[in-house]
Nanobody
């Protein structure tokens, strides 16, 4: 059974870069049937899609509102993919999640399309 686990710093200072890693266990991240995404959920709000990576090709898709500051990459030597969010502000404070979606889904931004989620990790941005 595939499991996802987010890791990274829980506290980041404003203007710095947030970096998170998602480790996949119980299955291969290189399997072509799935893509891999990052979401976040600010306090009192719904989940916001940040971006998706097709691990086998490295092709990425980003939320247009975050694209300028977001980068998703893969580590081909490990079963991992990473998120970088630049120039963070306190408004980037949220629980960050990684998740898995079938490659043939057209709705990367719809949380209901995802079948496996990490537990989430709280990131707080201090001013």
């Amino acid at each position: 059974q595939v499991q996802l686990q987010e890791s990274g710093p829980g506290l980041v200072k404003a203007s710095q870069t947030l970096s998170l890693t998602c480790t996949v266990s119980g299955g291969s991240i290189t399997e072509n049937s799935y893509y891999w995404s990052w979401f976040r959920q600010p306090p009192g709000k719904g989940k916001e899609w940040m971006g998706t990576i097709a691990y086998s090709t490295g092709v990425t898709y980003y939320n247009p509102t975050l694209k300028r500051r977001t980068s998703i990459s893969r580590d081909t030597s490990k079963n991992q993919f990473t998120l970088q969010l630049n120039s963070v502000t306190p408004e980037d404070t949220a629980v960050y999640y990684c998740a898995r979606i079938r490659y043939d889904s057209s709705w990367y931004d719809n949380p209901s399309q995802y079948d496996v989620w990490g537990p989430g990790t709280q990131v707080t941005v201090s001013s």
